[in-house]
């Protein structure tokens, strides 16, 4: 199993629409939770940090559900510039990130 | 720009031969790690520094991989006898020691081995 996996994508979705992305991790004593954006080419970038409590920053709602090892991202009202990887990302007590595939969202006009 | 850079921002290489990238990160950033990524996966560790020292290696470094970082600012990755497998994005991130384990990433050296 591997440590972090996320919904295969692409994700095509119209502008306006409200889209979510799921993500496991394998490993329970996992610490910290991130979700990242990268865009073609480009290097990922943080979007937001995951909290136990859910954690919402504009149009951007991230949940963690420690007992499921589960890990979500949803988008309300997409934008064509949301369109990008989102990379669903572990850290497990130590210093180093574990990063699961990413899945693609494409927002068409 | 105070963000992480890095040089070259493309290599092409023959196989066989040795490449050397190098990494410069924020300034008051003490760690330092290198990844790799490869199309349609997600970035993977490679090593992490704090400070100059080395502190953790992924079984990805094969022997053929080296990095330093010897006055705890800029890092070297170096590649010995390059293979067509070594073909990748290779991305430098830095952090802070003793926050939250926010990295930021430089924007990457993508490396083409022929």
């Known amino acids: 199993r591997k440590e972090v996996e996320q919904d295969p994508g692409p994700f095509n979705v119209p502008e306006g629409a409200t889209v979510a992305f799921n993500c496991t991790y394998s490993?329970?004593?996992?610490?910290?939770f991130f979700w990242y954006r990268q865009d073609c080419r480009k290097e990922p970038k943080l979007l937001m940090s995951v909290y136990s409590s859910g954690n919402e920053d504009g149009r951007f709602t991230a949940q963690l559900n420690r007992a499921s090892q589960y890990i979500s991202l949803l988008i309300r009202d997409s934008k064509l510039s949301d369109s990008a990887t989102y990379l669903c990302v572990v850290n497990s007590g130590y210093s180093t990130l574990t990063f699961g595939k990413g899945t693609m969202l494409l927002v068409s006009p | 720009d105070t963000g992480v850079s890095q040089d070259p921002r493309h290599k092409i290489t023959k196989r066989g031969q040795n490449v050397t990238f190098r990494c410069d990160p924020i300034?008051?950033?003490?760690?330092l790690y290198w990844y790799r990524q490869t199309l349609g996966q997600g970035p993977e560790f490679l090593t992490y520094?704090?400070?100059?020292?080395?502190?953790?290696k992924s079984r990805l470094l094969s022997d053929r991989f080296s990095a330093e970082r010897p006055k705890g600012s800029f890092s070297t990755l170096e590649i010995q006898r390059t293979e067509q497998g070594d073909s990748a994005m290779y991305l430098c991130a830095s952090s802070i020691s003793g926050s939250l384990p926010e990295q930021f990433f430089g924007p990457g050296t993508r490396l083409t081995v022929l």
């Open positions: 490993n329970s004593a996992s610490q910290s």
């Open positions: 520094f704090q400070n100059e020292a080395q502190l953790e």
């Open positions: 300034s008051e950033h003490n760690r």
